[in-house]
């Protein structure tokens, strides 16, 4: 069953901007902290940015004043607008939502989403 639903990657050139979005089920509540991720070939998955039920924010030092990090509680989504894009930005982005799913509280990953910086 499928928990997070992302969309919104794609190709873009380099100084562009691209807005993702991540959906999560409505069987989880109680949504604490949501953010994205993002792993590119070859390397480790990182943090790009976090953002809390109360709406407290950090970023990646690489994305501080290009991405902005927000939330829609009411649809438990969130938002990741990414602004001046770079080659270098370029990687799979990943959803991570922290809620209650029944009587567990739980990490959920989403598929993924690919954004390709380049000219």
């Known amino acids: 069953q499928v928990q997070l639903v992302e969309s919104g990657g794609g190709l873009v050139q380099p100084g562009g901007s691209l807005r993702l979005s991540c959906a999560a089920s409505e069987t989880i509540f109680s949504i604490n902290t949501m953010g994205w991720y993002r792993q590119a070939p070859g390397k480790e998955r990182e943090l790009v940015s976090v953002i809390t039920s109360g709406g407290s924010t950090n970023y990646a030092e690489a994305v501080k004043g290009r991405f902005t990090i927000s939330r829609d509680n009411a649809k438990n989504t969130v938002y990741l607008q990414m602004n001046t894009l770079k080659p270098e930005d370029t990687a799979v982005y990943y959803c991570?939502?922290?809620?209650?799913?029944?009587?567990?509280?739980?990490?959920?990953w989403g598929q993924g989403t690919q954004v390709t910086v380049s000219s």
């Open positions: 991570n939502v922290d809620g209650w799913l029944g009587l567990r509280y739980q990490n959920f």
